[in-house]
């Protein structure tokens, strides 16, 4: 029988074009065309989505903030459904003064479209200042609305609204001159509300009222050899969620009780040691550690998701300067999970989790060579609380990985580049009494490229090859599976108005078992880095 693959593909493009005109030394007129392309073959609900805009704007820019004022013409078009409409948008801002330690920000924008579908954007913020330029106080509030239209019945549209209000308080203060202490808190009230806009059909909204607090104390000793700090965490989370509707109508009964089975409340305890020490001039060792729990609520009866979870965590890093051109890391890291579910039909997912870490890494430069050589060790264990149940495995996956670049600069603007991937994983079944393994799978992976290019000028150019080679293979299965692939590969920067534009991308031949299964553009990559 020959098998059906669908292939996924997803595609996402984003594009801006404008042009700005000094009227005056404050005033700026600004013309800008915006144009946005979404594409998903797995999202039913947004698979298709092409907006763009042409707006003319104004801006003022006084030394004290900014005003910009733009009005344009906008077009939606969402799954099959097209909508044009006028577009707007504000921006405000406030950088304040010496006298009057305030900033505050407004940024607006909207769409009326032709019918009965409306867009509105609005996010703003303000922050109180210290005389040091440390932030004490910020408070932050956005509203957002949105029509979608649904994919059954594209003529209806189902309404989003989302309503924030947070803020963030700050307060430190120095105890003696190597003593400091520091408070900080933040409060987040998010409610979210859902509507069908049918006319003459009644909407039943749906809400959900989300509330995410946290309060953290921290004291922090700088000492003669290094320095030392004690955190303590408390963050706090609630969800709840209803369906505005009569309970008496059967369709909607179900509605009211999956939407009950999503209030949760969660409570989060943590005590965090670190420590910064110099050993010498040339040694440093930082040591970090941590003990937290959380416990997880859910009000509804039919819900059986609550549980505790017990962390802890441990790291060891030791840096080296070998001379001037030499740097070595290398760093040990510890953490344990204990999930434990309180009702007893979920007990028999209790377990723990053991991750065990070990990395190295090197940098070597100098006017000639840079050489980048790093290499990891992972192993994780999963053990049950309880040996005799079927619904979970004691599991361990170990991990090698090796990771290498050299680069070599050849005359005044020549380069060469190499580099290298390798990584071994395996997965076994574990018997965590006589800390035994079973092997089942087991992954090697490689790649290889090397690049030959050339500066000037603020421009950049290479090309060269890259060589990758996955097998897969399940033992006592006899599943196995080998796949390699070969293809040139390029890089280009260069400077422009709107930064340095970055462009990689290869092309490859893919083979599997010997044998060509097709050729593909498998990677571009265009990015911008303003300078």
């Not at 361990?396 to 600069?409: A, C, P, W």
Request: proline share 4%; aromatic share 14%; with cysteine.
């Amino acid at each position: 029988m020959e098998r059906l693959v669908t292939p996924f593909t997803r595609d996402e493009g984003e594009v801006e074009l404008f042009y700005r005109h000094w009227l005056s030394r404050r005033v700026v007129l600004q013309p800008r065309v915006t144009g946005y392309y979404f594409h998903d073959v797995r999202s039913l609900g947004v698979s298709e989505n092409q907006r763009w805009r042409a707006l003319l704007g104004i801006r003022y820019q006084p030394s004290w903030g900014q005003f910009q004022g733009e009005l344009g013409w906008e077009q939606l078009r969402q799954l099959k459904r097209l909508d044009k409409g006028i577009s707007a948008a504000l921006h405000l801002g406030w950088k304040g003064r010496n006298d009057i330690p305030i900033a505050a920000y407004l940024w607006a924008e909207g769409t009326l479209y032709q019918g009965q579908r409306r867009y509105s954007n609005t996010y703003g913020y303000i922050a109180w200042y210290s005389p040091t330029g440390d932030t004490l106080f910020r408070g932050r509030y956005r509203f957002w609305l949105g029509d979608f239209p649904i994919p059954t019945a594209l003529t209806q549209l189902q309404r989003h609204w989302d309503h924030m209000v947070g803020g963030e308080l700050t307060l430190s203060e120095r105890l003696t001159s190597r003593l400091h202490w520091k408070l900080w808190t933040t409060a987040e009230r998010e409610q979210v509300r859902q509507q069908w806009e049918v006319p003459g059909v009644p909407g039943f909204p749906t809400h959900r009222l989300r509330f995410n607090g946290t309060a953290a104390n921290s004291l922090g000793w700088d000492s003669p050899i290094g320095t030392f700090a004690l955190l303590f965490n408390l963050r706090y989370s609630e969800e709840v969620n209803r369906v505005i509707a009569p309970a008496t109508l059967p369709e909607q009964q179900f509605r009211l009780q999956r939407e009950e089975l999503r209030d949760y409340s969660s409570l989060w305890v943590q005590s965090h040691l670190a420590a910064d020490v110099g050993i010498s001039l040339n040694d440093s060792l930082k040591l970090q550690a941590s003990v937290s729990l959380l416990r997880y609520d859910t009000p509804s009866a039919a819900n059986t998701d609550d549980r505790d979870e017990q962390h802890i965590s441990a790291s060891l890093a030791y840096t080296r300067r070998w001379g001037g051109i030499l740097i070595t890391h290398a760093g040990l890291e510890f953490q344990g999970r204990h999930t434990v579910f309180l009702f007893a039909p979920r007990s028999a997912w209790n377990h723990w989790l053991y991750v065990i870490a070990a990395r190295w890494t090197g940098a070597w430069s100098s006017s000639k060579i840079a050489w980048y050589p790093r290499w990891g060790l992972l192993a994780s264990y999963t053990v049950r609380d309880y040996s005799y149940t079927n619904v979970l495995q004691d599991l361990v996956h170990r991990q090698l990985e090796y990771r290498d670049s050299l680069v070599v600069r050849i005359g005044a603007r020549g380069f060469s580049e190499a580099g290298v991937l390798f990584r071994l994983s395996s997965v076994g079944l574990l018997d965590w009494q006589d800390f035994a393994e079973t092997p089942r799978s087991r992954i090697q992976e490689l790649t290889a490229s090397c690049l030959i290019g050339w500066r000037s000028a603020g421009q950049l150019w290479a090309l060269g090859v890259q060589f990758s080679r996955y097998h897969y293979a399940e033992p006592q299965q006899g599943t196995e599976q080998l796949q390699e692939s070969i293809g040139p590969q390029g890089r280009v920067e260069f400077q422009s108005a709107w930064g340095t534009i970055k462009i990689d991308g290869w092309y490859e031949w893919r083979f599997a078992k010997g044998q060509q299964k097709g050729s593909l553009l498998p990677w571009l990559s265009v990015s911008v880095r303003r300078p």
